[in-house]
């Protein structure tokens, strides 16, 4: 069955799809190909049509992402790189989105599939918030990003950390896996990158930081993560949600 | 009888207009809520006690037959006036509206927006030739995080609003008065139960069936869950007020 849909198509259909879409677009494509293959060490054992499919696959963000509570709102923390097999599709992405004035999600897992939940629960949360006659709770948009990514949970791969403030909770930190199961958490780590610092975080991490403490906390996770994790780098992109709104800063690597 | 004529021809369905700008099913459906027994609801200091004149149709009914207030979710909890079984629908619905927000939302529905899902719900059964609009009123008592305690009133017209005190059915003008004069800032739960159940045994027509007082409350002293009163102090209060 043909699903139009790009949320809906299972994800294998997509990958072939996108081998399909490169091998039908003919001679120029793979002269790009060869020339990018000139530019870079090329292992000899692969060829040609490999490196098309490599640079093909869908944008996948391998990721160091993570949100912190501090007394008063969160420190939320990404790296910047986004990833189409070994190419690095963009080194300075944000893959920080805001989806109410006092709430983001950290994204990690597809990159489109994140875009495309993010903005739906944007949009659910708007409509929302015209119902409530003020500002949704943290919790609530956790809850949304959970909803969909539960019920969708064999065509997306999407890992988020759903962060910010709200009158009734404070700061708040919310973790939605794979599977799509919602936790509160202190804070939380995620992303490929996140394997190599749950050490460095336990040991470190204390209840009640302050704003300073907190984003400095993160950035030198962040850091560490990324130069670890082949598929994590660029720049320590850092959010910091509190009751008088957002502050986002930049910390090149 | 002028009346009659005032309204003949533009009275048979609710899709139509009368030339002086009133839908009269709808209003025939509030006269359906307006021949019912009265039920009254008052926010007081600490929560909201709402009571109902339920009229004792025949001996041989089971204590509890024919209640007119229902649980709508633990903090939400509705008393009615008109017809029942129209009630009993609209609670179906006001039940569904507050489970789905739970499932959806992870937190317990507002009351500002079970009153609006509700009265948007009945509201669209005036805009239709196929359907009639429902015949009852509802007394909604809620608490939430941000309000509190609040009650609300949703009439079949799909109008919605929110009160300090408010009473429907037959004796409402009556009871209205009475109500007025109560310091409800300043009453506690306990304290308005008995008043209102006084009120109610003043406001009975002589005329109507013997009535046996329902009565709940959202308050402190019950958790801020929606609950019937319990029976001991329901009984009480019904003494009291019958004296």
Known sequence: MEFTDPLMRPRRDREIGAALATASRGPSASIAAQKMAGMVDTPSQLSRDDLDDEWSKPHSMGTSIMAVEFDGGVVMGADSRTSTGTYVANRVSRKMAPVAKSIYCCRSGSAADTQAISDIVRLQLSMHEMELREEPRVKEAAALFQGFCYKYKDQVMAGIICAGWDKYDGGSVWSIDLGGSLVRQPFSIGGSGSSYIYGFCDANFRPSMSRQEAKDFVQQALSLAMSRDGLSGGVVRTTIIDENGIEEDMLPG | ?243
């Open chain 2, 1 to 243: 009888h002028s009346h009659c004529a005032m309204s003949s021809g533009y009275d048979l369905a609710v899709t139509t207009y009368s030339p002086e700008g009133k839908i009269h099913q709808v209003d025939y459906a509030c006269k359906a809520v307006d021949h019912a027994g009265t039920a009254i609801g008052v926010r007081c200091r600490d929560g909201i006690v709402m009571v109902v004149e339920k009229f004792v149709v025949s001996k041989m009914l089971v204590h509890g037959s024919n209640r007119r207030i229902f649980h709508v979710d633990r903090h939400v909890g509705a008393a009615t006036a008109g017809l029942l079984p129209d009630a009993r629908q609209l609670m179906v619905t006001a039940r569904a509206e507050a489970a789905n927000y739970l499932q959806t939302f992870k937190s317990p529905i507002p009351g500002a927006v079970m009153c609006d899902r509700l009265a948007s719900f009945v509201h669209a059964y005036t805009l239709y030739w196929s359907v009639r609009p429902f015949g009852c009123s509802v007394l909604l008592a809620t608490h939430d995080e941000r309000a509190g305690p609040s009650l609300y009133l949703v009439e079949p017209s799909g109008g919605a609003y929110g009160y300090f005190g408010v009473a429907i059915g037959k004796g409402k003008n009556a009871a209205k008065t009475e109500i007025e004069k109560l310091n409800l800032q300043e009453l506690s739960c306990r304290q308005a139960l008995v008043l209102l159940s006084t009120v109610l045994h003043r406001v009975h027509d002589e005329k109507d069936k013997d009535f046996e007082l329902e009565a709940s409350w959202l308050c402190e002293e019950s958790g801020w869950q929606h609950a019937l009163v319990p029976e001991d102090l329901r009984l009480s209060a019904q003494e009291e007020g019958a004296a």
